[in-house]
């Protein structure tokens, strides 16, 4: 995967997230249909239901990138800033065979929950090698 490509799928990304406000407010008022997202984000959490991590998925070209990222205990949390990680490594990690050794053992769980989960969702897309 070259660079062009690498700032073509996040500049993708940025424009799925970046949204007009006065856009969302026409749509809740139903002027405007809703389209399907193309990304799917979920929150890791410790034993204290508090947010230490971010899964994410998205959708480009027919292919589902699929990151995460994760804090350390002397870590704050940042949601935009978690995502922001978690999308890039999706983007490095596409074309890895395996990566067992790269995926922090406490997320195994739920990354599984939340690769269930981007299956239903993106159902006729191509996958990373390493999620099959």
């Given amino acids: ?6 700032k073509d799928i996040l500049d993708t990304w940025v424009s799925l ?3 007009d406000l006065g856009l969302l407010e026409r ?13 799917v984000i979920q929150y890791i959490r410790d034993n204290k239901r508090n947010k230490i991590g971010v899964m994410a ?10 990151g995460w990222s994760l804090c350390s205990k002397q870590d704050v949390f940042y949601r935009e800033f978690g995502i922001e990680l978690a999308m890039n490594r999706a983007v490095k990690l ?6 067992g050794d790269k995926i922090p053992y406490s997320i195994f769980g739920d990354l599984e929950i939340f690769l269930d989960r981007c299956a239903k969702y993106f159902k006729d897309a191509k996958y990373p090698a390493w999620v099959i």
């Fill in 1 to 6: 995967m070259s660079v062009y490509d690498e």
């Fill in 94 to 99: 596409f074309d890895y065979e395996y990566i």
């Fill in 27 to 39: 749509e809740k008022r139903g002027y405007i249909k809703k389209e399907p997202k193309n990304e």
């Fill in 57 to 66: 998925a998205f959708r480009h070209n027919e292919e589902v990138y699929i």
């Fill in 17 to 19: 997230i970046s949204t």
